[in-house]
């Protein structure tokens, strides 16, 4: 339960005749928990989240269907937009279940579930294009999908083998693994 700046826990204990009723303030465990999961720069995902989901989460859209990792490098010219741009053109174009998080070796990682493999493709230039709406010199995008992946570790690496084709292209691209 949360109320105002608070966040409250409710449980009940039963006692010979009765039931006892326990609010715990838990606003503190709530915030270290957040601040464990949480960039705070970008205020999105860190990197050992992102880690983290992509292993939770693997076994399951094995079974149910694809999961695609994205990579996405930046390099800023003359103008450079805030971070609170570039996060909002990346809900903008992203679904509201999709992560954005911070990433490990590249500057942003996008865990996009439920992705149809025929349209990754459209997905990342959709990406593409929202970032260089916001006149952003160079936009490299790496993507893999969890099909081609054992493990959240080689998930990791095979977009960074695509983030590192797009690169070595000169960037403002997609590579697909």
Known sequence: MNSGDFVYEFSSIDIKGGKVFLWKDI???????????????????????????????????????????????LEMGNVVPETKQIIAAFKNTLRNFDRICKGDRSDYALILYAVDPNRIEKIGKRILKALKDLEIQKVSVGITLSERAASAEAMIKQAQRALYVVNKRGGNDISIY
Do not use: W
Request: net charge negative; charged share 30%; aromatic share 4%.
């Open 27 to 73: 606003t503190e465990i709530t915030h270290v928990k957040s601040v464990m999961v949480t960039d705070v720069i970008t205020g999105v995902f860190n990197a050992q989240f992102m880690k983290d989901e992509i292993e939770r989460e693997l076994d399951r859209v094995h079974r149910e269907g694809q999961m695609a990792l994205v990579l996405i490098d």
